[in-house]
T-cell receptor
Framework: AQSVSQHNHHVILSEAASLELGCNYS??????LFWYVQYPGQHLQLLLK??????LVKGIKGFEAEFIKSKFSFNLRKPSVQWSDTAEYFC?????????????FGQGTTLQVKP | ETGVTQTPRHLVMGMTNKKSLKCEQH?????MYWYKQSAKKPLELMFV???????ENNSVPSRFSPECPNSSHLFLHLHTLQPEDSALYLC????????????FGPGTRLTVT
């Protein structure tokens, strides 16, 4: 079965530190990749997505992610985190097409940024 | 505001109760989803509806019963739940042919006592 693995369960950083959250998936075919974020008390929302083309994807709030096909990875990065980035981050992958595609989520990484 | 609303936001129910969760989307989407989010576990897809037809039931126990009367509304009827069913239940929707870009509601925090 397809799966998504996020290696870091809980990350604590100081403001201005650089961030990299790992994500690996197990599916070998064509995939679409996503990072979702859930700020405290808020709904899950899309941070960035990769469908095709440039493997370096830029999202909102200064986040980016790089798709490395050979490593089955889609790591999330941000050069300098802020206290407001404290949230839970979910990597997700889907394959298949159209209405039959299913989002498979990782277990999430809790990011705590200390001011 | 994502255009997906869920009510109630919090629910406490006994194991013998019957209750329903409601989801409504104002985005013109035709696919709707129920997920279960438990602590320290990946989001679990429960049900998928496309154009009001159920297209996915991810081996969900029958004590959870979904209903999709139209493309804008989705319900999850609950009866004789167990304490381990306590979780955050999320609803999502997507455009036709774009099931991978989903818009989520705020969720209903369910506690089964």
């Amino acid at each position: 079965a397809q799966s998504v693995s996020q290696h870091n369960h809980h990350v604590i950083l100081s403001e201005a530190a650089s961030l990299e959250l790992g994500c690996n998936y197990s599916y070998g075919g064509t995939v679409n990749l996503f990072w979702y974020v859930q700020y405290p008390g808020q709904h899950l929302q899309l941070l960035l997505k990769y469908f095709s083309g440039d493997p370096l994807v830029k999202g909102i709030k200064g986040f980016e992610a790089e798709f490395i096909k050979s490593k089955f990875s889609f790591n999330l990065r941000k050069p300098s985190v802020q206290w407001s980035d404290t949230a839970e981050y979910f990597c997700a992958v889907t394959h298949g097409s159209g209405n039959t595609g299913k989002l498979i989520f990782g277990q999430g990484t809790t990011l705590q940024v200390k001011p | 505001e994502t255009g997906v609303t869920q009510t109630p936001r919090h629910l406490v129910m006994g194991m013998t109760n019957k209750k329903s969760l409601k989801c409504e989307q104002h985005l013109g989407h035709n696919a709707m989803y129920w997920y279960k989010q438990s602590a320290k576990k990946p989001l679990e897809l429960m049900f998928v509806y496309n154009f009001k037809e159920q297209t996915e039931n991810n081996s969900v126990p029958s004590r959870f019963s979904p209903e999709c009367p139209n493309s804008s509304h989705l319900f999850l009827h609950l009866h004789t739940l167990q304490p381990e069913d306590s979780a955050l239940y999320l609803c999502a929707s997507s455009r036709p042919g774009q099931s991978y870009e989903q818009y989520f509601g705020p969720g209903t925090r369910l506690t089964v006592t």
